[in-house]
């Protein structure tokens, strides 16, 4: 069931909401239990056992990591746990694609398995690992309530793509957390935030992306256009779909950490990664490349540290070597920005934007490529080699045609249009129109989402 969707906006969300605020506060999480459980039901009905029996086995190893903490016994069942965790995730994302490489290099014939990836294992795998060695390493108390804990893993907002939200973040809300009129009010402006940064921004511009892909002679502006619509379309549905997650979490009284923060106004590639999917860039850092050491080490472990998290990352998003391949390019960029380039990025803020800007686009290229060779195809392209056209009648109209929505798209990916609004809510005779402005802004959602038939989440599959 997806977020901006009717029956999620006008049947689900708004049941959930009166039987939530009717439910005395004992009463609150089971009821946020039993929806979050049937909305993933509803969307995955086949392997909610897979989910259920991550709750329970997580939920008891971590009472008795506690009891076993700084033993001997509590690293061989950390070491247990983590192999029944990523076991799963391996099983279900990784082995045909494993196959299929040994079927390639050794000419053999091993058939593949028929399975089909459980939604949002890699959110709720990474979660339920995270409290896990959290626990082991006492830096939190294990739940003592199935219920509060299941509640955690299960919760829709953030279940099936984010963001990573830690257990430390949550615990005391599990518990006791705080319903007010602000912060409902504050959930609805960042709902609806989110779901016309999907509905309005990404939708639109994966149909731009099916009409460029569409044309009869790629031009070498089309391809341009092509890797900067796609950039746009996959920040746009994936911190549309966080911010509508953090906005829900504060409907029910869960603050989640921010997930992006304007990522593509970055000045390197290491302010990209401190800005783009930050729960996940903050899970990979302390939970993989503090432990191998980080960059407190002689420099070739540092160099091999930075490699295993980047291809770590790559992989955790999706078992197809153009996702390696997008993990190591970036390992390599940061690996040369940090011994190289550093003091000059940092002097020339204008060059720097532009180096980034430019290499976050090669690297979506690659991360949305369909194979190395239309990978490299691609890439090629950008830089005037195929013997393209640099541009065409065709390739004209549909930038005419989409030229507004792309505009405003780069204008909303930077903070222009939030500081406008702030200005605007600092006139207290102005306050009135935001209400307005909301509701006109779900609206036009709504009558979208009646109208369209493009409205995929491209994050379902990770």
């Not at 896990?132 to 219920?147: E, H, P, Q, R």
Request: hydrophobic share 50%; aromatic share 20%; net charge positive.
């Amino acid at each position: 069931m997806l977020f901006s969707s009717i029956t999620f906006l006008y049947y689900f969300l708004p049941i959930l909401l009166l039987v939530y605020f009717i439910t005395p506060s004992k009463g609150k999480n089971i009821v946020l239990l039993a929806f979050s459980l049937f909305f993933y039901f509803y969307g995955e009905p086949t392997y909610i056992w897979i989910l259920i029996l991550s709750v329970v086995f997580n939920y008891y190893t971590g009472k008795l990591l506690e009891k076993m903490i700084h033993t001997k016994k509590a690293t061989w069942l950390l070491i247990f746990a983590l192999i029944i965790n990523f076991g799963l995730l391996f099983y279900f994302k990784y082995t045909n694609f494993m196959i299929r490489n040994l079927n390639h290099i050794f000419s053999s014939n091993i058939p593949l398995i028929h399975v089909i990836m459980p939604i949002g294992i890699s959110f709720f795998t990474f979660q339920t690992v995270g409290y896990i060695i959290d626990v082991y390493k006492g830096k939190v108390a294990a739940s003592k309530n199935l219920l509060s804990f299941a509640t955690y893993v299960t919760l829709f907002p953030q279940l099936v793509a984010g963001p990573i939200v830690r257990y430390q973040t949550v615990e005391k809300e599990l518990s006791s957390r705080n319903h007010s009129y602000e912060n409902f009010s504050k959930g609805v402006s960042r709902f609806i935030i989110g779901l016309s940064k999907k509905v309005l921004l990404a939708n639109l511009l994966g149909e731009f992306c099916k009409r460029l892909i569409g044309l009869s002679a790629p031009t070498i502006l089309s391809t341009w256009l092509h890797a900067i619509a796609t950039t746009l379309q996959i920040y746009f549905d994936f911190s549309g779909y966080s911010d509508m997650a953090i906005g829900l979490g504060l409907f029910f009284g869960f603050h989640f950490l921010e997930n992006f923060n304007y990522p593509l106004i970055a000045s390197s590639i290491t302010d990209f990664w401190r800005r783009w999917h930050i729960s996940l860039s903050s899970w990979l850092k302390d939970y993989i490349y503090i432990p191998l050491g980080g960059s407190r080490v002689i420099k070739w472990k540092w160099v091999r540290n930075i490699i295993i998290v980047w291809f770590c990352t790559g992989f955790w998003h999706g078992a197809e070597w153009n996702f390696i391949l997008w993990g190591l390019y970036f390992a390599v960029l940061l690996l040369i920005e940090k011994i190289f380039l550093k003091s000059f990025l940092e002097h020339h803020k204008v060059i720097s934007h532009i180096y980034t800007i430019l290499l976050v686009l090669i690297s979506f290229v690659i991360f949305n490529g369909d194979g190395m060779n239309m990978i490299g195809n691609e890439i090629a392209h950008l830089f005037g080699f195929g013997n393209l056209e640099l541009y065409n009648h065709e390739t004209l109209y549909y930038m005419r045609s989409y030229g507004v929505l792309l505009i405003l798209a780069i204008l909303a990916a930077t903070p222009i249009f939030t500081h406008f609004v702030q200005k605007i809510k600092e006139n207290k005779w102005m306050i009135w129109l935001e209400p307005i402005y909301y509701v006109i802004l779900l609206l036009v959602c709504t009558a979208f989402l009646i109208d369209a038939s493009f409205n995929p989440f491209l994050y379902f599959r990770f």
